[in-house]
């Protein structure tokens, strides 16, 4: 059984000192706007070292962590006309091509790029987009092959998100096949002048990207 202490007659006093409890909240106030920019600068610290991380094979062989090159020089005036995709990485851009994907470039006045992809849907109907690519300058490499391509409308295209990297990674003399992809190594593209290329060729494309980290294993050959 429990017994209740007979409570006091004369009740206490709490004292409250303005200063105390001021610089009390200002002390947490400072501690929470301090903890909380260490936590965001370590998440973004965080998310930078996984971003630079290049996708390759476990054994992490020193070119393919290296940063991308592109070919330099590359001459536009023969680099233009029309491409036929012959494998690429899956992208959401292009999941709903089922048979030929082509690209077609025309040289513009300004010094850019009219850029027209074109890809057969599975109902055989053609599904088309319009857009524009620019030249990156590369310190060192007039005439580097690394290009940025937008397809947003005209209006928007003074914002730097809706422009996204096409480098060309590896060109042949007779500018005939070409490697393109992104400096992330999530995209990919094997185009030919030829409606298709022959194996062999199409190998060789495949192994030097593997060589250069890209995950060449979940390649998807076009029209297949």
Not at 87 to 92: D, G, Y
Not at 156 to 176: E, K, S, T
Request: net charge neutral; with cysteine.
């Amino acid at each position: 059984m429990f017994t209740r202490r007979p409570q006091s007659a004369v009740p206490q006093r709490v004292v409250f000192d303005d200063r105390v409890h001021s610089a009390s909240i200002g002390t947490l106030a400072t501690a929470f706007c301090v903890g909380g920019v260490l936590t965001l600068l370590a998440f973004t610290t965080a998310r930078a070292s996984r971003s630079e991380r290049v996708a390759g094979p476990a054994d992490g062989a020193p070119l393919m962590r290296a940063p991308l090159q592109v070919v330099a020089p590359v001459d536009l005036q023969r680099y233009v006309g029309l491409w036929h995709e012959q494998a690429r990485l899956p992208n959401r851009f292009e999941k709903n091509c089922a048979g030929e994907v082509t690209a077609e470039y025309t040289l513009l006045e300004d010094g850019k790029l009219q850029v027209l992809n074109r890809c057969t849907l599975p109902d055989g109907r053609l599904e088309e987009s319009l857009g524009v690519a620019r030249v990156a300058p590369v310190a060192g490499q007039p005439g580097a092959g690394r290009l940025e391509v937008s397809f947003a409308p005209d209006w928007m295209r003074w914002l730097p998100l809706v422009w996204g990297d096409y480098w060309i990674l590896r060109l042949d003399r007779d500018y005939q096949v070409a490697l393109v992809g992104t400096p992330d190594r999530k995209y990919l593209w094997v185009l030919s002048r030829a409606p298709r290329l022959d194996d062999a060729a199409l190998e060789a494309e495949l192994d030097y990207a593997r060589s250069l980290g890209f995950e060449v294993d979940r390649i998807e050959r076009t029209g297949k």
